[in-house]
């Protein structure tokens, strides 16, 4: 036997050659070479994915769209999709991020690929080529906490409400509560109207309802009306973008909705009211004209967001892990810091508007974009 000293321990050149073809890699597509076509004909696409929603995050973010393509040696066996940006002067990749108003991104796979090996890959492309500090990416139930352990990301559970559009129409109807079901056919008989909008003059419908609802609660919206009209723009040549109206008797405009979807699933990206008409039930009215619009086109479910108000719908509660890892420590909780810092700003400014409203402050009245969603790390 050779002494241990004296041995060879160099990788034969046929194993070498082998684990490298194993390892996974994600190398960034220059923006002529991504293959927008075939990525969206892709099953697992969402609509947060493609190059317009891109567009609509990078005006609205100062961000920087990243597609790479997942590698196992010469072989792509899948996509990537995220944005770069930079707060407090740190550079990040999000895919998605907090403040963005977008749901799942990360990967979009052609081969199965354990998950811990997807964020391993992910985790190099980030620090190592990128050059990034922090990454952070929710995927719809790809990842498990198992998989976010094994490759150092960390995990926070949180949950949402999708309502199956596969069922029939009488079946999501019969699924919501009654009250829910009263409210849909009240609306009806108080006269009404539901209608799809294109013009872009639907912000400013939108966002005055907004602005009404957070006055209830003493706060102000979290984005200004611009955001709403770079959505508008990017989203509504897609064809993947369904605004709508509800008209009272009067034919004034009540409520507004926006909802986008692609392939499966739908997006529930906001909805506003005025609370003076609140009684004659709009908001159930545009929910329900959306699920039968959308089941109509195919989708296959609809994605409301948090909110237990929601359950109302018929909905049923999913869970969803967001995972994150940051190149030092403490990162992680410099990002929940400025999360909670922001909340605590948007509700401080809020009840300075509203007590100057009232002519209990000598406030000047702030205009709603002040709080710029670019100058924190959430919005």
């Known amino acids: 036997?050779?002494?241990?000293?004296?041995?060879?321990?160099?990788?034969?050149?046929?194993?070498?050659?082998?684990?490298?073809?194993q390892t996974l890699q994600l190398r960034r597509l220059p923006d002529a070479a991504i293959p927008w076509d075939v990525l969206d004909r892709m099953p697992d696409r969402t609509i947060?994915?493609?190059?317009?929603?891109?567009?609509?995050?990078?005006?609205?973010?100062?961000?920087?769209?990243?597609?790479?393509?997942?590698?196992?040696?010469?072989?792509?066996?899948g996509y990537f999709t995220g944005l770069l940006i930079r707060r407090f002067g740190l550079p990040i990749l999000g895919s998605p991020f907090p403040g963005w108003t977008t749901?799942?991104?990360g990967f979009n796979m052609l081969e199965t690929v354990p998950g811990g090996q997807l964020l391993a890959a992910l985790s190099t492309f980030a620090f190592n080529v990128l050059r990034c500090v922090y990454v952070e990416v929710s995927d719809h139930q790809r990842f498990s906490e198992v998989d976010a352990n094994a490759a150092g990301f960390e995990?926070?559970?949180?949950?949402?409400?999708?309502?199956?559009?596969t069922q029939s129409e009488e079946q999501i109807f019969t699924r919501m509560a009654k009250e829910c079901r009263q409210k849909i056919r009240q609306a009806e008989r108080r006269g009404v109207r539901i209608e799809e909008a294109t013009d872009l003059s639907f912000a400013t419908d939108f966002y005055e309802q907004l602005k009404d609802v957070f006055s209830k609660q003493a706060s102000i919206p979290t984005y200004d009306v611009h955001r709403v009209e770079s959505l508008i723009r990017h989203l509504a040549p897609t064809g993947h973008l369904l605004l709508l109206r509800a008209r009272g008797p009067d034919n004034r405009c009540i409520a507004t909705a926006i909802y986008a979807g692609m392939n499966r699933m739908v997006e529930f990206w906001g909805n506003a009211s005025f609370r003076s008409d609140q009684h004659l039930r709009?908001?159930?009215?545009?929910?329900?004209?959306?699920?039968?619009?959308?089941?109509?086109?195919?989708?296959?479910?609809?994605?409301?967001?948090?909110?237990?108000?929601?359950?109302?719908?018929?909905?049923r509660r999913v869970p969803v892990l967001t995972l994150s890892k940051g190149r030092f420590s403490g990162l992680g909780y410099l990002r929940n810091f400025a999360q909670n810092a922001f909340r605590l700003k948007q509700a401080v400014f809020g009840r300075l508007v509203q007590l100057n409203r009232k002519g209990e402050s000598p406030l000047t009245r702030r205009p709603h974009n002040a709080i710029a969603a670019q100058d924190c790390w959430d919005s």
């Open 1 to 21: 036997m050779q002494p241990a000293s004296s041995m060879d321990l160099t990788l034969d050149p046929e194993c070498a050659r082998e684990q490298a073809n």
């Open 103 to 105: 749901s799942y991104m």
């Open 155 to 165: 995990s926070r559970l949180s949950h949402t409400y999708e309502t199956d559009l």
């Open 282 to 315: 709009p908001n159930e009215a545009l929910h329900w004209y959306a699920m039968r619009y959308w089941k109509r086109r195919g989708l296959e479910w609809i994605n409301w967001g948090r909110g237990e108000y929601k359950e109302k719908y018929g909905v």
């Open 48 to 77: 947060f994915q493609t190059r317009a929603w891109l567009a609509y995050v990078a005006e609205t973010q100062r961000a920087t769209p990243v597609v790479a393509a997942v590698q196992r040696g010469k072989d792509t066996v």
